[in-house]
């Protein structure tokens, strides 16, 4: 696209307007005038030839795919290769997304002769998770006499992936995370485990039942059973991304007092909170050696990620839950029930981060609950809704409108505790987490039935 600038606008007022009406009032000027215009119609002509098609050989090259961290400050690096340029400066935008705010709009960068792999960096911050195309490249440059402006568009193959911020949480469970030394135990076990290990011989202490009859016969001496811990056992975390997850969560801080209204919050729905818990319990699995799986659903199974260890099943997982977004259906936990008892043979643990505070969706889940805790092990563990809270928990009452609110809290969590002590008698274990110590729950949650030898 070309363009004049305001400079030939103003040359062109300041020169042909008064020689055009010069060669009107003085007949004897004229061929002068017409000999002044037709020099400036060919100055800007030879300009604009100058500068057609200065910079079109530019090739402009970026990473297929840019990994973000949302809120964060990051810099995507654009690679720009020509050769036998000329000298001058060039303007370059990126078609950046809403959500992504760029520091400059603008980048001015001067051009040498030749440029081979020059490395331009743009900064921005993006503000929500999910997966943005970076499609289009603009950039524009000016005539020598800065008469004219060339402006080009070059296509982009890109792609921009934001994902939630886990630091806060992350500092909560650092202590599950660290590996510490050799032989150490982070995690006090109870009972000497189920999982064979090897034979050994019999030792002062051992117990009758340990000893393996049919070694000890061919060795002619006692033989000893030692028992493990479990290993490698299958978790899978199911995330209900139906309509009550896209509620608010409460402004809470890490001490409890609510924040101000402008304060910014890490998560501000509770299908955020979800997701940043899944991906720290999926870390957490794999440095206890257990496979993790990722189940998300709404109406019926989304997706779902047989449980695998390493890096790149955790990377897939992560890029599953990186456009997650809450549905406007109600959960129908019949049918997701059959597909897990379906698709998963082997018992596994169970982790649902749903909300059952609804009547009809707490009965439903019931049900479901009840065939599925026949073969797993089911752990439903919800979000605590705001003010849901024993009657007198609150420190006091300053008006009378909070006298009903309170009253209502307890109702509701007198509610909660009803269908707590249903969903134990059919085996499930249900826990409630309040927002500011979500993420530590599930994870503990999950630590605790691995202890416990529960799976």
């Not at 921009?160 to 992350?170: H, N, S």
């Not at 699995?285 to 109406?299: H, K, V």
Request: charged share 25%; proline share 4%.
């Amino acid at each position: 696209m070309i363009a004049p600038r305001t400079n030939l606008v103003v040359w062109a007022a300041a020169i042909i307007l008064p020689l055009s009406i010069l060669a009107g009032v003085v007949g004897g000027l004229r061929s002068i005038c017409v000999l002044g215009i037709v020099v400036f119609v060919l100055a800007s002509l030879v300009d604009l030839l100058l500068g057609l098609g200065k910079y079109r050989q530019l090739e402009f090259q970026m990473a297929p795919v840019n990994r973000v961290t949302a809120g964060r400050d990051f810099t995507l690096d654009l690679k720009l290769n020509g050769t036998g340029l000329r000298g001058g400066v060039i303007r370059l935008a990126l078609d950046l997304p809403p959500t992504v705010k760029a520091d400059q709009s603008n980048i001015f960068l001067r051009i040498e002769a030749g440029l081979l792999n020059l490395l331009i960096p743009f900064k921005g911050v993006a503000e929500h998770r999910g997966t943005y195309p970076i499609n289009r490249l603009f950039f524009d440059w000016i005539s020598p006499a800065r008469c004219w402006v060339f402006r080009e568009e070059r296509p982009l193959k890109s792609e921009l992936r934001v994902y939630p911020d886990l630091a806060l949480e992350g500092r909560k469970i650092a202590r599950f995370l660290d590996r510490g030394g050799f032989g150490v135990h982070r995690q006090r076990q109870i009972g000497r485990g189920r999982e064979f290990e090897k034979l050994r011989e019999y030792e002062p202490g051992d117990s009758f039942d340990s000893i393996h009859w049919k070694a000890a016969a061919k060795r002619h001496k006692p033989i000893t059973k030692v028992f493990q811990v479990e290993k490698s056992q299958e978790v899978y975390i199911a995330i209900d991304s139906s309509r009550l997850s896209r509620r608010q969560v409460s402004s809470t801080s890490e001490n409890g007092e609510r924040q101000t209204p402008n304060a910014k919050r890490a998560t501000s729905t509770i299908l955020e909170s979800f997701i940043a818990a899944t991906l720290l319990a999926g870390a957490t699995a794999e440095r206890q050696g257990d496979l993790f799986g990722l189940i998300t659903f709404s109406d019926k199974v989304d997706q779902m990620a047989r449980a695998r260890s390493g890096s790149l099943h955790f990377n897939h997982c992560r890029d599953l839950l990186i456009n997650l977004q809450a549905r406007l259906v109600a959960p129908d936990f019949e049918d997701i029930a059959a597909t897990i008892l379906n698709r998963l043979t082997k018992r596994s643990l169970l982790i649902f981060l749903t909300s059952l505070d609804d009547s009809v969706t707490g009965e439903n889940f019931l049900l479901a609950a009840r065939f599925l805790a026949r073969r797993h092990l089911v752990m439903p563990i919800m979000l605590l809704p705001t003010d849901t809270q024993p009657l007198f928990s609150a420190p006091g009452v300053e008006h009378a409108d909070q006298i009903y609110e309170n009253i209502a809290g307890h109702l509701r969590w007198a509610k909660l505790q009803e269908l707590r002590k249903q969903l134990l008698q059919a085996g499930v274990l249900f826990q409630l987490a309040p927002s500011q110590s979500f993420t530590l729950t599930v994870v503990s949650e999950y630590l605790a039935t691995k202890r416990r030898q529960l799976l």
